[in-house]
């Protein structure tokens, strides 16, 4: 019954550094998401794939990118990390269109 | 283009009283969702309204669709210490389908 499971829960990185967030969901839900969480503005989408093989851009995506590996898995990636993208990441996943999301634990990413 | 706005951004509650936080979208929208966040920890989906004028209970917390489908709000009556987080609206957002918008949520602090 794990649902939606993210890794690593914290991580430290220096500035130019890159790293993946690894996302998995065993509900075999169609749709994944990748959101950023910072103080006082919510929850912002980067990424999300409506299904395996596809992915679109959200609201902030400059400096990440994606891979939708399966239906199980989504991947966000940092090619060379900022401060700026200092911030905690959640994944979620809906089975379709409108339904609730499922959110992992997150990722808080601290990049000095 | 689209905003989901939340107020207010923080909310002290004495223990036993109630309280309202409002949700507000800038476009009409086809149905609300609300999810709480506990401190530390992720959202959680609470509860999805799609008529216009529905209305919900869970136990305390009452939540509402306005008639014009443009806002919401989430009512809890007598606050109790497991009602403290931030509670977040999100709506469908307009430039695709199945995406949400987020509001930037009210956190609910309660003093014993």
């Known amino acids: 019954n794990a649902g939606v499971t993210q890794t690593p829960k914290f991580q430290v990185l220096k500035t130019g550094q890159s790293m993946t967030l690894q996302c998995a969901q065993d509900?075999?839900?169609?749709?994944m998401y990748w959101y950023r969480q910072d103080p006082g503005m919510g929850l912002r989408l980067i990424y999300y794939s409506a299904s395996e093989g596809t992915t679109d851009k959200g609201e902030v995506p400059n400096g990440y990118n994606v891979s939708r590996l399966n239906k199980r898995e989504f991947s966000l990636r940092l090619e060379s990390a900022a401060p700026s993208q200092t911030s905690v990441y959640f994944c979620?996943?809906?089975?379709?269109?409108?339904?609730?999301?499922?959110f992992g634990n997150g990722t808080r990413l601290t990049v000095t | 283009g689209q905003q989901v706005m939340q107020i207010p951004q923080y909310q002290h509650v004495q223990e036993g009283e109630d309280f309202t936080t409002y949700c507000n979208s800038s476009?009409?929208?086809?149905?609300i969702q609300w999810y709480k966040q506990r401190p530390g920890g992720h959202p959680v989906f609470l509860i999805q309204l799609v008529k216009s004028g529905e209305v919900k209970k869970q136990k305390r917390l009452t939540f509402q669709f306005g008639e014009a489908k443009k806002n919401s709000s989430l009512h809890i009556t007598a606050t109790q210490t497991t009602d403290v987080g931030t509670y977040f609206c999100?709506?469908?957002?307009?430039?695709?389908?199945?995406?949400?918008?987020f509001g930037a949520g009210t956190q609910v602090v309660v003093t014993p």
């Open positions: 476009t009409t929208l086809s149905n």
């Open positions: 979620a996943s809906q089975t379709a269109d409108n339904s609730p999301l499922h």
């Open positions: 509900m075999n839900h169609n749709s």
């Open positions: 999100a709506g469908p957002s307009t430039d695709s389908w199945g995406k949400f918008q």
